[in-house]
């Protein structure tokens, strides 16, 4: 939406230049150095790792080419608008009411359980309009900050009043953030703010105002950070910040800049850099999997996406601003206290510092660069930057030029239009697709997929067509109601669609190995039928995935499978090895060794691999029942009975783990217990026949599996659990 309100922003000021015959450009550093920041983001943009990524139009990531074009033209916009400090602060006005709508509704929600805006899903307590909990508190402690100035500078009764109440309920919201990053930045532009008014405003000190007492409840709650911990238990708020640290971010980045130190990796890459580049103690925590799009900051990151020539634009941008912005300080007299000029200073600035120390979303840069262009706009009406008139139609070279650009931006715009209507309807049709696939209607989901890569070919969009083709593989070979002719050519043609779309998303996006693993798994599902040369390309796709990706021990898991299915034991199990290595507490790994090492008859290893798993995800009741098998099978009854009671704990309604616990409870000549496990299985599962004998048997005091093993082979010696759960 953001796209299209600065697109009819910027089609009315090119018809109103057109209707006037002039137009007035800025001439400044600040208008230079948002010019060169577009510049050096197309020219990274270009010779980035994923050209793809980098100029895609639509994303939540603030940091690709086509965003920051379009927050320079926000910003530019910004500055042909909002030229008089009337204009300035009916923004600044409408900022604050699009901030008390947000604290209105998260009142509503917190306080009485109303959602007054139920066409949107809030996930939780923490879940606002605007962002993460943390966004929202930086956002209150602008509107804290700025109400305070205008408080402070003087305004009628009425207004002083309102800025003060303002101040106090964005105080209250920053106090339930509770984030030591947002107190910190608070803390110190209070600071600033006191030593500007004093710098001016009195002849003598006056310390005891609002700001001072404001400054000193920051640092109370800097100082006792566990004051707000009463009003968040109440209101039921939980709120975790997973973000990378700083020292894992620069090492990201150094690492990326020794390999491309002019322009870095390319714009919105930063979630590359990263796979390729983490440090390995982040494959020991909870998050080891989570694709940071940015790093602790969104300065610092972009510094790996753009390089040395991105910090040289971002620093012209900043020296320029701080040049102009100095200037207004050393001004004699009363004109110091233009209120418009210092308020959009103290905002810049606040966003400026956020945007190093956190990774703020769209929003926020989009907010950066509308102020930068508000300052543009002021410091040229104080007169402290000129502007160049020019005629369009006067038979003069730069008119020409001039004329010729903007017919060409006119064009342009109105083409820009259409294209982000496309971008729109496909998200439309990707977020209805996904709908569609959950709900087990797969015919839905491809049509709705194909009417998205129809209307825009992402990476994205093809590997979920992937994910449907395979859906519809899987559910053709269960099929009992056609030939097998018919099964062979529909197969294939299925095949070769999901091959073709996975190879679709490789050539859009080399970069991302998560292209390269739908590819891979593809070709691991056609491995078991002997199909010629698909555990070659299997092997071939995760191994560029690993590339890409090589901290990854998914990926090696996935190449152990296709090993497995291949019928190389040797192989998979040293894929297994090595996964263990990137991260020794993966337990799929140590299943899957596990479920080796009983195939081959080392059940005591086996045993030890499985109950390695089981310490390291207790609650996974898939690495119980294996553990509880491999006792039972090794007839060390007295474990596999508290394996399996621990997994119908946690899942009363597992009936393979009920069925084992009930013939354990048999051979223990606990017959009253089985009955009772068995009884609760045939509940659960009416109609099974062995479920039936088995009880039959118990009742008429025979043994469970009288009659069933032998003849047949026992339970834990079939391919299939008893039970289809």
Not at 156 to 183: D, T
Not at 591 to 620: F, H, T, Y
């Amino acid at each position: 939406m953001a796209y299209f309100l600065i697109l009819v922003a910027l089609l009315a000021w090119l018809l109103s230049r057109i209707k006037s015959g002039s137009v007035s450009l800025p001439q400044n550093y600040m208008a230079l150095g948002l010019a060169l920041v577009v510049f050096v983001w197309a020219i990274s943009g270009v010779f980035s790792a994923s050209r793809h990524i980098s100029f895609s139009g639509l994303s939540a990531d603030p940091s690709g080419v086509v965003p920051i074009f379009m927050f320079a033209v926000a910003a530019f916009m910004a500055y042909f608008y909002l030229r008089s400090a009337a204009q300035v602060f009916f923004w600044i006005f409408s900022f604050f009411t699009s901030a008390g709508i947000i604290f209105l509704v998260q009142l509503l929600r917190l306080l009485f359980g109303i959602n007054p805006v139920p066409w949107i899903s809030f996930a939780s307590p923490a879940s606002n309009l605007f962002g993460s909990w943390t966004e929202l508190g930086i956002l209150f402690s602008m509107v804290l900050a700025s109400s305070l100035f205008l408080f402070e500078i003087g305004a009628s009764k009425a207004f002083k009043s309102w800025f003060f109440v303002l101040a106090v309920l964005s105080f209250a919201v920053v106090a339930l953030v509770n984030s030591p990053v947002v107190w910190w930045v608070l803390f110190a532009f209070l600071l600033v703010i006191l030593a500007y008014l004093f710098s001016f405003r009195t002849p003598r000190l006056n310390v005891f105002r609002p700001t001072f007492f404001f400054l000193l409840a920051v640092l109370f709650f800097i100082q006792i950070p566990t004051l707000s911990s009463a009003a968040l238990s109440y209101l039921g708020i939980q709120s975790i910040e997973i973000r990378p640290s700083w020292s894992s971010s620069w090492s990201v980045i150094q690492k990326t800049l020794e390999e491309n130190t002019a322009l870095g990796s390319g714009p919105g890459t930063f979630v590359y850099d990263w796979l390729r580049y983490k440090p390995a103690a982040v494959n020991l925590s909870p998050f080891w999997a989570v694709r940071f799009s940015t790093g602790f900051g969104f300065w610092p990151s972009a510094l790996a996406m753009t390089g040395v020539l991105g910090l040289v634009a971002f620093l012209f941008l900043f020296v320029s601003f701080a040049l102009y912005g100095f200037r207004f300080l050393v001004r004699s007299g009363e004109e110091k206290s233009d209120p418009a000029l210092a308020i959009v200073s103290i905002l810049i600035l606040m966003l400026l510092v956020y945007s190093f120390v956190y990774s703020l979303n769209f929003t926020f840069i989009l907010f950066l660069f509308v102020f930068l262009g508000i300052f543009m706009a002021l410091v040229s009406e104080a007169g402290l930057a000129s502007e160049k008139q020019i005629a369009l139609f006067h038979n003069s070279g730069s008119g020409f030029i001039s004329a010729l650009v903007i017919i060409f931006l006119l064009v342009a715009a109105f083409s820009s239009f259409y294209l982000l209507g496309q971008k729109y309807a496909a998200a439309y049709y990707f977020g209805k697709s996904v709908k569609l696939g959950l709900s087990g209607d797969i015919a839905g989901a491809e049509t709705a997929f194909n009417r998205t890569i129809g209307l825009d070919p992402r990476d994205q969009y093809y590997r979920g067509i992937v994910d449907v083709g395979l859906s519809q593989m899987s559910s053709l070979l269960n099929r009992q109601d056609i030939s097998p002719d018919d099964l062979r050519g529909r197969f294939q043609n299925m095949l070769s669609q999901a091959i073709q779309n996975a190879q679709t998303a490789v050539s859009l996006n080399e970069a991302d190995p998560l292209n390269w693993v739908s590819l891979g798994r593809i070709y691991e599902a056609v491995v078991p039928f002997q199909i010629s040369g698909a555990s070659e390309f299997a092997f071939a796709a995760y191994r560029e995935a690993s590339l890409r990706d090589p901290s990854n021990p998914e990926i090696l898991l996935a190449q152990a499978r296709v090993a497995l299915a291949a019928k190389q034991t040797p192989q998979a199990r040293a894929f297994l090895e090595e996964s263990l290595k990137l991260k020794g507490n993966y337990t799929p790994a140590h299943l899957l060794l596990a479920q080796i090492e009983d195939s081959e008859g080392n059940v005591k290893e086996a045993i030890s691999r499985a109950e390695a798993a089981a310490i390291l995800s207790p609650g996974d009741i898939g690495v119980l029942f294996q553990l509880g098998l491999l006792y039972y099978r090794d007839s060390r009854l007295e474990n596999a009975r508290q394996v399996f009671a621990r997994a119908v704990e946690l899942s009363p309604n597992y009936s393979n783990a009920r069925y084992f616990l009930g013939l354990i409870y048999d051979r223990l000549g606990e017959r009253g217990a089985a009955i009772a496990e068995f009884e609760r299985v045939q509940a659960l599962n009416p109609g099974t026949e062995e479920v039936s004998k088995i009880l039959q048997n118990l009742r008429s005091g025979k043994k469970a599996l009288a009659g069933n093993s032998p003849p047949g082979p026992g339970p834990e010696e079939r391919k299939k659990a008893p039970i289809e759960d």
